[in-house]
């Protein structure tokens, strides 16, 4: 009796990755690259994070990396620390993508081009997020119960590594705020 490998739908073994954005980009760049999100061929969204590998002689020879889903890795962190705090915390990439939520909901939709981000208040602060890498601003949007809309207060600051720019935002309902 032979030993089979086991089966997983979601991986795709010997798929062929070269005509991929994230492949080219770390053939091309070949330095310490973190780039945008994008769907898996297994379905969920991911980041690919990639380092050079370079002989001794300084020849290229190709790169590794990990892929992985922002906002699983990210919670790991946030969630905890915010847990009962009253602030919710989001993460976004420059084109206005949300990698991270502390509502969960949240996560994949454009704060720029998304309808449930129409209201005049989020747009406009919204413009600011992906402008601005450091600022603050007031908006109006539905409480998390869908009851009524209350007033947030957000700020927040750039962080980052190896390309990624990603505007880490705190808010707080100002109603809950002591």
Known sequence: MGLSRPQHPEVQPGLNMSGRVQVEEAN?????????????????SAVSQSYPVISPTGEYLGYIDITYAPETFLDRYIGPM???TGY???VIQADGTEIYDTSPGEVGKNIITDAVYAD???REVAASI??????SGKYTIWDRG???????TAVWETAGIDGAAWRVGVTRDESAAT
């Open 130 to 135: 992906v402008k601005n890498p450091s600022a």
């Open 82 to 84: 915010m847990n009962r």
């Open 146 to 152: 869908w009851n009524g809309n209350v007033t947030k």
């Open 88 to 90: 919710d915390v989001w």
């Open 28 to 44: 091309t760049a070949r330095v310490p690259h973190i780039g945008s999100v994008f769907q898996m061929a297994e379905g969920p």
């Open 120 to 122: 005049p208040s989020i």
